[in-house]
């Protein structure tokens, strides 16, 4: 039988670790025919409740969930682990300015990567969901020298997720129909859905729409979403957050032909080497490539840009405050 491969997921006793915990252990994170090992880390307040999520993995009786631990040791946590979901994050409370947010979570991302750095296994794949996720991951990067750079990656599936969604509504097709879909930039409010390269039924998705609703309604709904859930459940998304952590490496490792995900840029479409931003990108052989020789027109150029701009600003406040 197959040596378990070791999953370690963060803030484990969170709302996205309740939805995502029991999909990991079905195996639909590696594939069906993969057993898994869970570590559970949290912060010693939740610890017990993280232990109670355990009991409740326990009795699902899952055949492929080899074992769990749960643990306030980061160290331990990583120990051996193949894959980290990095979703435990300090949330932005009222009042909290920018700087605050990169400080809170600089100190939780800095010591998490250096524990990866130590411990993992030589394989080991990296998805920041918690947030602000893409520098979040450039936080963990750099303090885990050892571990290739392009392993840290973080979420914006959901994102694009939501993005077919939208489209597939507005056009009264199923998202099957819709390939080439891609988020560009930061998991943020100036990400940019991109419908000038995604197909539906093989013709161009933009010239399916008017230009107002692809400007004024589907980028706003997609990019706003994450607001618009608060307001509805009032609760963020989680259930759609875990099912996206899922689908992003669940591709990653298996392949896939195109979706969006935020990885280590190459200075690929003008995006500064080392930032962590949402690509259009194929996987091969357990490793993100970025789609290579599209067109992007004055309309995407800008949005890229300002989207752009924002991770680079993040970037440099985290190294002004000594972070990176
Ligand atoms: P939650 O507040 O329900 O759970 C977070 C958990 O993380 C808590 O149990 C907390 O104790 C734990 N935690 C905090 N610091 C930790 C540390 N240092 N080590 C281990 N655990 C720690 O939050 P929820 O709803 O599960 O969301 C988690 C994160 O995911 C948030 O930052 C949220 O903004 C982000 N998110 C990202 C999305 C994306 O598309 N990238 C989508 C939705 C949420």
Same mark, same amino acid.
């Given at each position: 039988?197959?040596?378990?491969?070791?999953?370690?997921?963060?803030?484990?006793?969170?709302?996205?670790?309740?939805?995502?915990?029991?999909? @990991?252990?079905?195996?639909?994170?590696?594939?069906?025919?993969?057993?898994?090992?869970?570590?559970?880390?949290?912060?010693?307040?939740?610890?017990?409740?993280? !232990?109670?999520?355990?009991?409740?993995?326990?009795?699902? !009786?899952?055949?492929?969930?080899?074992? +769990?631990?749960?643990?306030? /040791?980061?160290?331990?946590? #990583?120990?051996?682990?193949?894959?980290?979901?990095?979703?435990?994050?300090?949330?932005?409370?009222?009042?909290?300015?920018?700087?605050?947010?990169?400080?809170?979570?600089?100190? @939780? #991302?800095?010591?998490?990567?250096?524990?990866?750095? /130590?411990?993992?296994? /030589?394989?080991?794949?990296?998805?920041?969901?918690?947030?602000?996720?893409?520098?979040?991951?450039?936080?963990?990067?750099?303090?885990?020298?050892?571990?290739?750079?392009?392993?840290?990656?973080?979420?914006?599936?959901?994102?694009?997720?939501?993005?077919?969604?939208?489209? !597939?509504?507005?056009?009264?097709?199923?998202?099957?129909?819709?390939?080439?879909?891609?988020?560009?930039?930061?998991?943020?409010?100036?990400?940019? =859905?991109?419908?000038?390269?995604?197909?539906?039924?093989?013709? +161009?998705?933009?010239?399916?729409?008017?230009?107002?609703?692809?400007?004024?309604?589907?980028?706003?709904?997609?990019?706003?979403?994450?607001?618009?859930? +608060?307001?509805?459940?009032?609760?963020?998304?989680?259930?759609?957050?875990?099912?996206?952590?899922?689908?992003?490496?669940?591709?990653?490792?298996?392949?896939?032909?195109?979706?969006?995900?935020? &990885? =280590?840029?190459?200075?690929?479409?003008?995006?500064?080497?080392? &930032?962590?931003?949402?690509?259009?990108?194929?996987?091969?052989?357990?490793?993100?490539?970025? &789609?290579?020789?599209?067109?992007? /027109?004055?309309?995407?150029?800008?949005?890229?840009?300002?989207?752009?701009?924002?991770?680079?600003?993040?970037?440099?406040?985290?190294?002004?405050?000594?972070? &990176?």
């Amino acid at each position: 039988a197959q040596t378990p491969v070791k999953v370690t997921v963060t803030g484990a006793a969170g709302q996205i670790g309740y939805a995502l915990l029991f999909r @990991i252990a079905s195996g639909q994170l590696l594939g069906a025919d993969v057993p898994v090992k869970l570590s559970l880390l949290e912060i010693p307040q939740a610890v017990k409740a993280a !232990a109670g999520t355990a009991m409740e993995l326990d009795d699902c !009786a899952f055949p492929l969930l080899s074992g +769990i631990e749960v643990t306030d /040791d980061a160290n331990k946590a #990583f120990d051996g682990a193949s894959v980290a979901l990095l979703v435990g994050a300090r949330p932005r409370t009222a009042g909290m300015e920018r700087g605050d947010l990169l400080q809170a979570n600089g100190g @939780i #991302f800095g010591p998490q990567g250096k524990a990866i750095n /130590d411990n993992a296994a /030589d394989d080991i794949r990296v998805l920041v969901v918690g947030n602000p996720a893409n520098t979040n991951a450039l936080i963990a990067q750099q303090h885990a020298p050892d571990v290739p750079a392009e392993r840290f990656t973080a979420m914006t599936r959901l994102d694009h997720n939501r993005a077919l969604s939208q489209l !597939a509504a507005k056009l009264q097709v199923p998202v099957t129909e819709i390939k080439k879909m891609t988020i560009w930039g930061n998991h943020s409010a100036t990400q940019y =859905p991109d419908l000038f390269h995604a197909e539906v039924g093989g013709k +161009i998705a933009a010239e399916q729409v008017d230009e107002a609703w692809l400007r004024d309604t589907f980028i706003p709904t997609v990019a706003k979403r994450g607001a618009a859930i +608060i307001e509805a459940r009032g609760a963020s998304s989680a259930a759609s957050a875990a099912n996206a952590a899922i689908d992003h490496v669940f591709d990653w490792v298996n392949g896939t032909e195109w979706t969006s995900a935020a &990885i =280590p840029s190459d200075g690929s479409y003008g995006v500064p080497e080392g &930032i962590i931003s949402s690509f259009p990108v194929a996987s091969r052989d357990g490793k993100w490539e970025i &789609i290579q020789g599209l067109e992007i /027109d004055a309309f995407s150029r800008e949005r890229i840009d300002a989207s752009v701009r924002e991770l680079e600003e993040e970037r440099t406040a985290v190294r002004e405050l000594g972070l &990176i």
